[in-house]
């Protein structure tokens, strides 16, 4: 008989995922029982509603899709992106690539704007891009790991309102670490997910639509054959192409009719409801504050490090920083030193960037004062010994006394 496995010890601070809050492990760990108890069901209006308020919203739906943050990207995207469409993508790292290659396989008329990884864009070159082709849909990126950038959205919905176009945002990385009122920022469509900020595991992408959103895409409703009731007629528009990710039926199934759709992730939903409760009860206004500050801290003893942050700092996560690898230093083997002498995790990066930067990550239940001391005392322990040049306790010094006066 095969061994139980049995996870090591490790301290995960690179871009996601990051540890679990140990009281979501606790919640993952109650027992099962069926999607249609009634304790499911009042677990699940109770999940919406705390979500609306992760998400500073009034949206009625706004709910969990079972997957890992891409499936609540895919699902959102297929339903409303109907062949032929016009759609912008504001790209500037990885995952506005991503959201570029989902819209096509959509069947969409892909219109993209690029920066350089590392930068973000101005609201006139959003414009710019709207006038161009009057999109159905504009699709953005929050914050990009792969560059750990933060997208400016304040205005942008305003102008997806004088354009026509729905507006959606990917906050894998950014919810629950910084801020994001949807319906302040006109948001027509948001996903996201448990694995970074909001301290939980992959496999559950919370997410929420506007009335616009809403009403849109119920015009491709069509329900599937075993669920479907005599008055279940089908909308005007082509039908979603996927049955899993039709956010006409999620809604269903979310709503008051309970729609048989999918076997509910039990254990799943009890891990996002508890990341929600811990990140309600804390106040999410506090918690992107608790993440700007541990990220303020790393930074801090980086730069006493001598290490080169990347990127526009004006405009970096609150969560994620990039950090060029110096010259002569080879990235990898110091990630491997740290994994393997000190049980800890940090990240490089994609495309352009790999292999010329590290991503350290300050999030979730790891955005705290002693992950920030730990990880700056490991790596610099490591550059020493591979004869990299730096004042041994700079690092740690520089962050402990900026924890102190931030009250971190």
């Not at 979730?364 to 550059?383: H, I, Y």
Request: hydrophobic fraction near 40%; charge should be negative.
């Amino acid at each position: 008989m095969q061994e139980a496995f049995s996870a090591p010890a490790r301290l995960l601070m690179g871009p996601g995922p990051v540890n679990a809050d140990p009281r979501v492990l606790r919640a993952m760990s109650q027992q099962m029982i069926g999607q249609y108890d009634p304790a499911i069901l009042a677990l699940m209006d109770d999940t919406q509603a705390l979500y609306r308020r992760v998400f500073e919203t009034g949206n009625r739906q706004t709910f969990l899709v079972d997957g890992t943050s891409r499936a609540g990207i895919e699902a959102l995207l297929i339903s409303i992106i109907r062949p032929g469409d016009p759609v912008l993508v504001a790209s500037a790292g990885r995952f506005g690539m991503l959201l570029t290659e989902l819209a096509r396989r959509a069947g969409a008329q892909v219109t993209v704007i690029d920066r350089p990884w590392g930068e973000v864009f101005t609201l006139e070159e959003i414009e710019a891009g709207l006038r161009k082709c009057h999109p159905r849909i504009l699709l953005t990126v929050h914050g990009d790991t792969s560059t750990t950038m933060l997208q400016p959205l304040e205005g942008v919905g305003e102008l997806c309102r004088e354009y026509g176009a729905l507006f959606y945002t990917d906050a894998t990385a950014t919810l629950g670490g910084n801020l994001l009122p949807v319906d302040a920022l006109g948001l027509d469509a948001v996903s996201a997910g448990l694995q970074k900020c909001l301290g939980g595991p992959a496999g559950t992408s919370p997410v929420t639509v506007s009335p616009r959103y809403e009403e849109l895409c119920r015009r491709r409703t069509s329900i599937e054959l075993g669920s479907r009731e005599s008055s279940d007629e089908d909308g005007p528009d082509p039908v979603i192409p996927s049955n899993y990710f039709d956010m006409v039926q999620l809604m269903e199934w979310w709503g008051s009719r309970r729609l048989n759709h999918h076997t509910e992730a039990t254990t799943a939903l009890y891990a996002a409801h508890e990341c929600a409760r811990l990140l309600v009860a804390e106040g999410v206004a506090a918690a992107a504050e608790r993440h700007r500050r541990a990220g303020e801290a790393l930074l801090a003893g980086v730069r006493a490090m001598g290490l080169q942050p990347f990127g526009d700092l004006s405009h970096r996560m609150n969560n994620v920083l990039g950090v060029v690898i110096p010259e002569g230093i080879d990235g990898a083997a110091v990630q491997r030193a740290l994994l393997t002498n000190f049980g800890l995790e940090i990240g490089s990066s994609f495309g352009p960037l790999r292999g010329r930067i590290w991503r350290i990550g300050t999030m979730g239940a790891n955005a705290r004062r002693d992950c920030v001391l730990t990880t700056l005392a490991a790596l610099e322990s490591v550059l020493l010994r591979m004869g990299h040049r730096l004042t041994a306790g700079a690092a740690v010094r520089a962050a402990w006394e900026y924890c102190d006066d931030a009250g971190l």
